[in-house]
């Protein structure tokens, strides 16, 4: 079984800072890694995920993840944050051999960008 | 190209009656899962659909049930509402079934059980 553990509830930074999203993961299999943006009143889009490869994922809005095996993390970072940034951050998890793809979730981060 | 669209947005129901939500699938996507999400939590994992046929389900009762129709659209089906089934239904289509493929939201049906 895989579980994701965002380590921030709610995170609140000043336009124009950088920002890091935490999040780590505990599975006894290999996974996929995705992290997941949901703004007000919306559903859920895919910011990035790391599949294989390069260990450094960019994505959409200018975020950028870092996935670390041995420390079972997958941050996710931007160096310069917008007010049209704050929305609330997922992180999840897949089952690497599973045939459905089914994704589990942490509890998310909201991102609060303030001028 | 239309996105997945939700029906209802929000409803309100009491203790003991049936649900019936619905979903169009993104054009060219043959795979529909749903997730619930609780107030304050994360989408957990209901079940998925794939060529009409169910494909893995997660830790939730027989009393959530499932359609995926010949076009893709799906419905998801709660009878017997407890209290606790408020929450944010969500659905994602996707055009692989598999741990790689994308999936796309909904903006979801809010579920009020009274």
């Known amino acids: 079984a895989q579980s994701v553990t965002q380590l921030d509830s709610q995170v609140p930074v000043f336009e124009e800072a950088p920002v890091e999203l935490r999040c780590n993961y505990s599975s006894s299999v290999s996974v996929y890694l995705f992290w997941y943006v949901q703004y007000p009143n919306q559903g859920l889009q895919l910011l990035l995920k790391y599949l294989s490869g390069s260990t450094l994922v960019k994505g959409i809005n200018g975020f950028e993840a870092e996935f670390n095996k041995s420390q079972t993390s997958f941050h996710l970072r931007k160096p310069s944050v917008h007010i049209s940034d704050t929305a609330e951050y997922f992180c999840a998890v897949s089952d690497m051999g599973g045939s459905q793809g089914n994704l589990i979730f942490g509890k998310g981060t909201k991102l609060s960008v303030k001028p | 190209e239309t996105g997945v669209t939700q029906s209802p947005t929000h409803l309100i129901k009491t203790r003991g009656q049936q649900v019936t939500l619905r979903c169009s699938s993104q054009s060219g996507h043959n795979t529909v899962s749903w997730y619930q999400q609780a107030l304050g939590q994360g989408p957990q994992f209901i079940f998925q659909?794939?060529?009409?046929?169910?494909?893995g389900r997660g830790n939730f009762p027989p009393r959530f049930s499932g359609l995926q129709f010949p076009n893709y659209s799906s419905e998801l089906n709660v009878n017997a509402l407890e209290l606790d089934d408020s929450a944010l239904y969500l659905c994602a289509s996707s055009f692989l079934q598999g741990p790689t493929g994308e999936l796309f939201f909904g903006e979801g049906s809010r579920l009020t059980v009274l």
């Open positions: 659909y794939y060529r009409e046929e169910e494909n």
